[in-house]
């Protein structure tokens, strides 16, 4: 536990601030009362005696005229003789003449600048900083800087466990805030703000007492069978206390304790438990205590992406039926995080677009079961998705989804910014101009911060920010999956979205660490629209679903709207999920999907022979003749066929094509395709063969 120097009641604790231009304070207007030290002096007050020594430019590496030691800040640091150092070096030494050669001198010169302020105060306390972020609109990022920063800060970790120092993370709380570093590199006040609150904890241990993540709330689910990890923050050496105990005394209670960090935080591990509930979770702390009821252990859903997962119950076509069943759902919870302004066609007022900077465009109003819930604002496909998981399996099992999608967002929104910044950095380098990003998504954005002053403005549309937002408050839950319905506006560029979807897996695999079972995703394939680029891109989600794993895709396009990117009709929607999600995740004997191609020849006559699975019972879904179904020569043009069902396979021939060579089906944006099995799933939009 962290506690303070015993000195004498008359004198100041002395506080040395020990850096480069971000202790001093370098771009930062009255630097003299908004740097950093500045403000961690206002937080301490008056019984501390704070100075910035803080240099630009300076390094530790004795090989730069620059090296710390050789400032007039460093002679007059020694001289204070400070009770307390916190030393934020590094972020210069990443400059390509100094790392790349003289790395390995790093933690021998910082041990002996830790040595040096030791020999000045013998009883002086020693913090060490993991480096402030460089963004990724720096000169030299991708040329060196990335890479050299990550170094630099593993040896920083070194340096503090080696010297037996204290180690103080400034890096985590700026990292998901670009907006606050007009040059990539030196934080304004507001982000000096943040550097003062973050020194200011682990100087004090001060972490503002019991603090739980939003996912806690009454009415919450809790993954079943699986370790059970109660997390929160706390003042540094809280001892917390953890309860699961059944409301109704049926089981004996489960407790834990854990003590939380210098860093303020604490994880608490119950054993894995079998569905059931009602329990009373109950955890405390010498700060305060949580009390939440009926909660239960059951399976937790993440239901994510665009508006047509925002699309509300009573916006379906079965909404009247869908509002009358909802409050019988017993089984069913659901907690929502719900945006503070829609992303429609207009300007956003100063008070959005500072709530926006701030990533506080998400509200979170806990876990409610169906009769408190307002029924009408819950996701559609969600519901109908939970609902069928409920109806489908043991009574005792409750269902729980958390909520998040939001109106036109583009995958790589949802995309964590170290993912982006090392696989896809491209996508990040001014995004509202970049061709990497939809048209419509910039365009859009443009118009909602149009009134901003800050040219650093986010936007919910912009690469990283709905995680930033709206996923990593959720880190670290136990999910037994996801449902995605997304694409939209990535369905311009089949051949981006397929680098694109890959990373949103691998980034909230990370996010949502299972052990070594990778993390469930179910999507649904878009519908039927008129936009060209439309089958193309169905197709590129059908090969990600067969070609990722743990990967599962609900077809839609008979469900779609010619002129509507909103289809009303859901249910089916979420209950075709929910029949992929029965089968692999539950292990149901359930027809989850469609007819599947898995196999095709050419004879040398003119028949494209196409072998499904899933095709019990195969046949048109009006009974008409099959539609849709194209084949094409070495030429490449496609031609319509006619097609007749046999057993498992679908025989194709056209008169127009003598030796086919490819085939594909349901290629156009909005198609009246009519492949079902048995189970009147449909068959997904496709092409195979050569070309």
Same mark, same amino acid.
């Given at each position: 536990m962290l506690c303070i120097v015993s000195i004498n009641a008359k004198e100041k604790i002395r506080v040395a601030c020990v850096g480069n231009s971000v202790t001093y304070g370098y771009g930062i207007e009255d630097r003299e009362h908004c740097s950093y030290?500045?403000?961690?002096?206002?937080?301490?007050?008056?019984?501390?005696?704070?100075?910035?020594?803080?240099?630009?430019?300076?390094?530790?590496?004795?090989?730069?005229?620059?090296?710390?030691?050789?400032?007039?800040?460093?002679?007059?640091?020694?001289?204070?003789?400070?009770?307390?150092?916190?030393?934020?070096?590094?972020?210069?030494?990443?400059?390509?003449r100094w790392w790349p050669n003289y790395s390995e001198e790093f933690i021998p010169e910082y041990r002996a600048l830790i040595d040096s302020f030791r020999v000045a105060n013998p009883k002086a306390r020693i913090w060490v900083c993991l480096l402030t972020p460089i963004g990724h609109q720096h000169h030299r990022f991708q040329s060196g800087t990335r890479d050299w920063h990550l170094q630099v800060t593993e040896a920083i970790r070194k340096v503090a466990l080696g010297a037996g120092v204290g180690l103080i993370d400034l890096f985590t709380p700026l990292y998901n805030r670009p907006d606050l570093f007009p040059d990539a590199l030196h934080p304004n006040a507001e982000g000096a703000g943040i550097l003062a609150r973050t020194v200011y904890q682990n100087l004090t241990g001060d972490y503002g007492g019991l603090?739980?993540?939003?996912?806690?709330?009454?009415?919450?689910?809790?993954?079943?069978?699986?370790?059970?990890? &109660?997390? @929160?923050? /706390?003042? $540094?050496?809280?001892?917390?206390?953890?309860?699961?105990?059944?409301?109704?005394? !049926?089981?004996?209670? &489960?407790? @834990?304790? /854990?003590? $939380?960090?210098?860093?303020?935080?604490?994880?608490?591990?119950?054993?894995?438990? !079998?569905?059931?509930?009602?329990?009373?979770?109950?955890?405390?702390?010498?700060?305060?205590?949580?009390?939440y009821n009926n909660v239960w252990v059951g399976d937790v859903w993440l239901c994510s992406g665009q508006s047509n997962m925002e699309f509300t119950l009573g916006q379906c076509a079965t909404a009247a039926q869908d509002l009358r069943?909802?409050?019988?759902?017993?089984?069913?919870?659901?907690?929502?995080?719900?945006?503070?302004?829609?992303?429609?066609?207009?300007?956003?007022?100063?008070?959005?677009?500072?709530?926006?900077?701030?990533?506080?465009?998400m509200t979170a109003g806990g876990w409610q079961t169906m009769q408190q819930a307002d029924v009408s604002r819950l996701s559609a496909v969600a519901y109908h998705f939970g609902k069928t998981l409920c109806d489908s399996l043991e009574d005792e099992v409750h269902v729980g989804l958390i909520c998040n999608p939001v109106g036109g967002t583009p995958t790589e929104a949802?995309?964590?910014?170290?993912?982006?910044?090392?696989?896809?950095?491209?996508?990040l380098y001014d995004w509202l101009h970049n061709d990497h990003i939809q048209g419509w998504v910039r365009g859009r954005a443009a118009r909602n911060i149009a009134q901003a002053t800050d040219k650093l403005q986010r936007h919910p549309y912009e690469p990283c920010y709905m995680y930033e937002s709206a996923v990593r408050p959720l880190e670290g839950t136990a999910l037994k999956g996801v449902i995605w319905y997304q694409g939209e506006s990535n369905a311009h560029n089949s051949e981006l979205y397929m680098r694109l979807f890959p990373l949103l897996e691998k980034s909230w695999r990370r996010a949502f660490a299972l052990g070594t079972e990778p993390l469930s995703f179910y999507f649904v394939q878009l519908s039927s629209l008129n936009r060209p680029s439309w089958p193309r891109f169905r197709n590129s989600q059908r090969l990600l679903a067969e070609g990722l794993p743990q990967t599962w895709m609900a077809v839609s396009t008979d469900l779609g709207d010619s002129l509507n990117v909103h289809p009303v009709y859901k249910k089916e929607v979420g209950r075709r999920l929910a029949l992929q999600s029965l089968h692999h995740s539950y292990?149901?004997?359930?027809?989850?999907q469609g007819p599947v191609p898995v196999a095709w020849r050419t004879d040398e006559g003119p028949e494209f022979v196409i072998s499904f699975a899933d095709a019990d019972g195969m046949h048109s879904s009006d009974g008409e003749p099959l539609r849709t179904f194209e084949v094409a020569g070495e030429d490449g043009i496609y031609h319509l066929a006619t097609a007749v069902i046999d057993g498992d396979k679908v025989k194709l021939k056209s008169r127009e094509v003598l030796h086919p060579v490819s085939a594909r089906y349901g290629w156009q944006p909005f198609t009246r395709a009519n492949l079902v099995n048995a189970a009147g799933l449909p068959a997904s939009t496709f092409e195979v063969g050569h070309r």
């Open positions: 030290p500045a403000q961690l002096q206002q937080m301490l007050g008056n019984d501390y005696d704070v100075r910035n020594f803080g240099r630009s430019s300076a390094t530790l590496t004795s090989r730069s005229p620059m090296e710390y030691i050789k400032q007039p800040e460093y002679r007059q640091a020694i001289d204070f003789k400070a009770d307390w150092v916190v030393i934020h070096l590094g972020l210069n030494d990443t400059d390509p603090q739980m993540p939003v996912t806690y709330s009454h009415n919450m689910v809790l993954q079943r069978d699986m370790a059970l990890t &109660i997390n @929160g923050t /706390a003042n $540094a050496g809280e001892k917390v206390e953890v309860t699961l105990q059944s409301e109704k005394g !049926k089981t004996k209670a &489960i407790k @834990g304790q /854990a003590v $939380a960090s210098n860093w303020g935080k604490w994880s608490i591990e119950l054993p894995a438990m !079998k569905a059931g509930g009602p329990y009373r979770l109950t955890v405390k702390a010498p700060s305060r205590a949580y009390i069943d909802a409050p019988a759902q017993q089984r069913l919870h659901v907690m929502t995080m719900y945006p503070i302004a829609a992303t429609d066609d207009v300007e956003w007022p100063q008070a959005v677009l500072d709530s926006v900077n701030a990533l506080k465009y949802w995309i964590d910014r170290w993912t982006l910044q090392w696989d896809y950095p491209q996508i292990g149901h004997d359930v027809v989850s």
